[in-house]
T-cell receptor, first 118, second 116 residues
Framework: GAVVSQHPSWVICKSGTSVKIECRSLDFQATTMFWYRQFPKQSLMLMATSNEGSKATYEQGVEKDKFLINHASLTLSTLTVTSAHPEDSSFYIC??????????????FGPGTRLTVL | QKEVEQDPGPLSVPEGAIVSLNCTYSNSAFQYFMWYRQYSRKGPELLMYTYSSGNKEDGRFTAQVDKSSKYISLFIRDSQPSDSATYLCAMSRVNAGGTSYGKLTFGQGTILTVHP
């Protein structure tokens, strides 16, 4: 299957700093990537849809000025958590959609980034 | 009410048992139904997907969709300790072209432990 990588795999930062997380599709091009967050023992909640070359679409309740998304190329999307606070501590997972022309455009998930804000 | 409901378990079974995992949903627009497996501190990986109603089998795994009841199931036969993971159901609508709409709505996930 296709491979999606995330970097870093974990990060610890101080409150008030900004953190950038990268999501890369390694062996396919993805015009659409998705960013999720997952709290312990809870499900994945979609934060935003990242579209290559255009603005991201944010889900209701997600602050777009706090979670900045950039999808500058067909293989890279970045999520920047600005002015992070302890409540932003979570597991952030990206996925990339393989739009290979089949009816079901499978999303491949990255391994996740664990963010801890002190 | 959540769009997708899934019993979080945890579920503990002996090796070799048949495991039944289930989700219910409320949005009748969902047409694609997926099951993902997620190991601890990893991203989900797709096990199976089904379009509309019916059954689908892949090795030890069988997925069933009953749209009339808004109920989906995943059965695991001859369960193995390596099957121990969190199982997430997910669903999506279709766009005007009939392909799957990108946004996935996940269930809470069921934690499964298969003990030797």
């Amino acid at each position: 299957g296709a491979v999606v990588s995330q970097h870093p795999s974990w990060v610890i930062c101080k409150s008030g700093t900004s953190v950038k997380i990268e999501c890369r599709s390694l062996d396919f091009q993805a015009t659409t990537m998705f960013w999720y967050r997952q709290f312990p023992k809870q499900s994945l909640m979609l934060m935003a849809t990242s579209n290559e070359g255009s603005k991201a679409t944010y889900e209701q309740g997600v602050e777009k000025d706090k979670f900045l998304i950039n999808h500058a190329s067909l293989t890279l999307s970045t999520l920047t958590v600005t002015s992070a606070h302890p409540e932003d501590s979570s597991f952030y997972i990206c996925s990339a959609r393989d739009e290979g022309g089949r009816p079901y455009n499978e999303q491949f998930f990255g391994p996740g980034t664990r963010l801890t804000v002190l | 009410q959540k769009e997708v409901e899934q019993d979080p378990g945890p579920l503990s079974v002996p090796e070799g048992a048949i495991v039944s995992l289930n989700c219910t949903y409320s949005n009748s627009a969902f047409q694609y139904f997926m099951w993902y497996r997620q190991y601890s501190r990893k991203g989900p990986e797709l096990l199976m997907y089904t379009y509309s109603s019916g059954n689908k089998e892949d090795g030890r795994f069988t997925a069933q969709v009953d749209k009339s009841s808004k109920y989906i199931s995943l059965f695991i036969r001859d369960s193995q300790p390596s099957d121990s993971a969190t199982y997430l159901c997910a669903m999506s609508r279709v766009n005007a072209g009939g392909t799957s709409y990108g946004k996935l709505t996940f269930g809470q996930g069921t934690i499964l432990t298969v003990h030797p």
